[in-house]
């Protein structure tokens, strides 16, 4: 009835996720796997743009999914009924998007699908946030589920081509801190939206998405680059 409800609860999920971080990041030395000095700086620069990848991306599709009903409510002027039934769609997009994209990943490969999932969600949040009928956030909406649904799975089969194929120690240790940032972006960052949705309005979410969407892109961009590196040794 305060209207901190929600807070709360993402604070407490917030707060736990971070300390679970930083035991991680006390006890990594002993099961970091040992890599050369000269590579080290390009391991850890790949390690945290992983990090940064995977907090974003998750944070993006729980953000949509979780205030997307507010956004076409209050901010686009659908029916309750109508933005219930779209918010429905989203996550039906989203089980869509991993029945299907990954069979095409296995065929077209999982890096190009990759690559372009990544920019349909900047492209999905990009339609959301154009001012214009209440049908075209609705359109974003779902172009962002599908494009999302396979980003994580895919990032995560393909950690081991930017931190060294053949070294399953490593691929692991990275996974182990890929998923943990995960749920710490799942967290985070739906919480953060939520802030900015009850500082100005529900519209905001668009340009938030879109912000998180064009920032995980960057970041892929910079993996992309950072991988073509000579990290394979073991």
């Not at 590579?39 to 390690?47: D, F």
């Not at 989203?94 to 349909?120: H, I, N, S, Y």
């Not at 999302?148 to 930017?162: D, E, G, I, M």
């Amino acid at each position: 009835s305060n209207g901190l409800g929600w807070r709360w609860t993402y604070g407490t999920m917030a707060m736990a996720l971070v300390g679970l971080g930083l035991v991680f990041s006390l006890v990594q030395g002993s099961w970091e796997p040992p890599v050369e000095t000269a590579r080290r700086k390009s391991l850890v620069a790949v390690a945290l743009g992983g990090l940064t990848f995977a907090a974003v991306e998750t944070g993006v599709e729980s953000g949509a999914g979780i205030w997307g009903y507010v956004f076409l409510t209050s901010g686009r002027g659908l029916s309750h009924g109508t933005a219930g039934v779209a918010v429905s769609a989203y996550w039906a997009m989203m089980f869509l998007g991993r029945a299907v994209l990954g069979p095409v990943a296995e065929w077209a490969g999982a890096t190009r699908v990759l690559a372009g999932a990544v920019a349909g969600v900047t492209v999905g949040a990009g339609i959301m946030a154009v001012p214009g009928p209440a049908f075209l956030a609705v359109i974003g909406m779902m172009t962002v589920g599908l494009a999302a649904a396979p980003v994580f799975p895919l990032f995560t089969l393909t950690t081991a081509q930017r931190v060294g194929v053949g070294n399953v120690a490593r691929t692991t240790w990275t996974v182990s801190l890929q998923v943990t940032a995960s749920a710490l972006g799942r967290a985070v960052v739906p919480a953060g939206i939520g802030l900015a949705i009850g500082a100005f309005n529900a519209k905001v979410l668009a340009p938030s998405l879109l912000v998180l969407g064009l920032a995980m892109g960057g970041v892929y961009v910079l993996l992309s680059r950072l991988s073509k590196r000579p990290l394979n040794s073991t």
